[in-house]
T-cell receptor, first 115, second 119 residues
Framework: DTGVSQNPRHKITKRGQNVTFRCDPI?????LYWYRQTLGQGPEFLTY????????KSRLLSDRFSAERPKGSFSTLEIQRTEQGDSAMYLC?????????????FGNGTRLTVT | AQKVTQAQTEISVVEKEDVTLDCVYETRDTTYYLFWYKQPPSGELVFLIR??????QNEISGRYSWNFQKSTSSFNFTITASQVVDSAVYFC????????????????FGKGITLSVRP
């Protein structure tokens, strides 16, 4: 069990550029979540997948955000035309609904800075 | 709508002191789960405990203990004999317990409490 892995750890980009983050969940976990955490705040839910199906999206996820999990394993989160307000830590978490009461396991996050 | 309030923002204690982190929640659900997570400087959220709404027994795990009181919608966390390694941001969180989502549905987090333990 290598835990949830997120890449890159840090990303600095200029406003208007597109960025993509990757999350590799724990291998046997079929559920994958994306959260966003801004400075001094708790994580806020963005979206989650059950296998490859995206089952719920938060109102926080504007049209510029898209998430995929094409084969039910790793996931990508893309932000198009980044804005300074997108600067945050993006956290990925995974769990299994096959294991009774399995908690969410979080990765170390990707810190995005939009200049 | 669900809401978690952690009124304390920063707490500083000296090593070996006991410290209590407060958490108050709001939900219309009759069945729900409460959580505490620890976020050290490395950034990874570490699961500490989960409680379901039907189980109001207090729990103790080593130096950690949790006091769940449904009557006051509170789920407080006490660290006994604090250590420098306890320094971190602590989050309280709440999730619904739907038929299809169980305890693994999305979490609503509080703003977190930054705990600093000085040697």
């Amino acid at each position: 069990d290598t835990g949830v892995s997120q890449n890159p750890r840090h990303k600095i980009t200029k406003r208007g550029q597109n960025v993509t983050f990757r999350c590799d969940p724990i291998s046997e976990h079929n559920r994958l979540y994306w959260y966003r955490q801004t400075l001094g705040q708790g994580p806020e839910f963005l979206t989650y997948f059950q296998n490859e199906a995206q089952l719920e999206k938060s109102r926080l996820l504007s049209d510029r955000f898209s998430a995929e999990r094409p084969k039910g394993s790793f996931s990508t989160l893309e932000i198009q035309r980044t804005e300074q307000g997108d600067s945050a830590m993006y956290l990925c978490a995974s769990t299994s609904d096959r294991v009774m009461l399995s908690p969410l396991h979080f990765g170390n996050g990707t810190r995005l800075t939009v200049t | 709508a669900q809401k978690v309030t952690q009124a304390q923002t920063e707490i500083s204690v000296v090593e070996k002191e006991d410290v209590t982190l407060d958490c108050v929640y709001e939900t219309r659900d009759t069945t729900y789960y409460l959580f505490w997570y620890k976020q050290p400087p490395s950034g990874e959220l570490v699961f500490l405990i989960r409680r379901n709404s039907f189980d109001e027994q207090n729990e103790i795990s080593g130096r950690y203990s949790w006091n769940f009181q449904k009557s006051t919608s509170s789920f407080n966390f006490t660290i006994t004999a604090s250590q420098v390694v306890d320094s971190a941001v602590y989050f309280c969180a709440l999730s619904e317990a739907g038929v299809f989502t169980g305890a693994n549905s999305k979490l609503t987090f509080g703003k977190g409490i930054t705990l600093s333990v000085r040697p």
